[in-house]
């Protein structure tokens, strides 16, 4: 075959195939892809994990196939997380199969956000991404996008209801601190851990206590009784006010539950009680 014939052949065949692949373009219709429905799968003080349920649609005669997909979450306009999803999910030919993407968010990852909506009731979220399904023509990517609301996590609400006070010994007293806990949740509030120090009169009477705070159901309240006991010789006229029924008690430290941590400033005045 002489050199020009095989130019011949080649631009002869460089031609059916682009004529093959306008053909096969032609007769290929895109797949498509529909949110059936958006639903927040769990929602706890560690985080909420956000479910999205998809439908991929194939008009094509052939099978077709999941090759990538990905996902990016934002709360409150700030970004929150990103990942990829599974690939290879088979798409039936002039049929449709369910494509779920599940988003877990941590609240520790969006603290600061969680923290500025601590007056607020719900926080905005954003999911959008892409799947890119494996077609004669090439990948095509088809994009999803949901915008929703989540409730604001809330740590416990904690009030200083009272205190008791009984002589242990010549040089000690026993003080008996009643905390009310209120969740203000719609889900069950998991164990939660009070670390503070406790002032009277401005003086500081027991530092580095620590107590943990029993499970609370949806919209539940409990009295937790935090026991202390007290030297007079360490602690001198701070304490012996507390004898007499007077002064002032400040239970100062924080809260921390799941991924959140919150401080707690209570006040008693023994004088108004």
């Known amino acids: 075959m002489t050199r020009l014939a095989a130019l011949i ?26 949110l059936e429905r958006a639903t927040i799968a769990a929602l706890d003080l560690d985080g909420a994990t956000i479910r999205l349920d998809l439908t991929l649609k194939n008009p094509n005669d052939v099978a077709l196939e999941v090759a990538q997909a990905s996902w990016r979450l934002e709360v409150e306009e700030a ?3 990103a990942g990829k999803l599974p690939r290879g999910l088979a798409i039936p030919s002039r049929g449709t199969a369910p494509f779920a993407v599940e988003v877990r968010l941590r609240w ?25 399904v494996q077609t ?16 604001v996590p809330r740590l416990p609400g904690l009030r200083l209801a009272g205190a008791s006070v009984e002589l242990a010994s010549l040089t000690e007293l026993d003080l008996q601190l009643a905390l009310e806990v209120e969740n203000a949740n719609a889900f ?12 009277v009169n401005g003086v500081v009477v027991a530092t580095g206590r620590e107590a ?6 949806a919209h539940g309240e409990a009295r937790l ?5 007290l030297s007079l010789l360490g602690v001198g006229r701070a304490a012996a006010s507390l004898h007499g029924g007077s002064g002032e008690l400040c239970l100062r430290g924080s809260v921390r539950a799941g991924g959140l941590e919150r401080p707690v400033d209570l006040k008693l005045d023994l004088g108004r009680r």
């Open 9 to 34: 052949c080649s631009a002869i065949l460089l031609s059916a195939c682009a004529e093959l692949q306008r053909l096969t373009d032609l007769a290929f219709a895109s797949p498509s892809l529909e």
């Open 136 to 151: 004669p023509a090439g990948v095509v990517a088809l994009a999803f996008r949901h915008a929703g609301q989540l409730p």
């Open 188 to 199: 069950v509030l998991p164990g939660a851990t009070l670390g503070y120090e406790l002032l």
């Open 212 to 217: 943990r705070l029993a499970p609370l159901p």
């Open 79 to 81: 970004e929150a997380g």
């Open 108 to 132: 520790a990852d969006v603290a600061r956000v969680v923290e500025q909506a601590r007056q607020r009731e719900q926080l905005a979220y954003r999911i959008s991404g892409t799947v890119g």
């Open 225 to 229: 009784t935090l026991p202390l006991r």
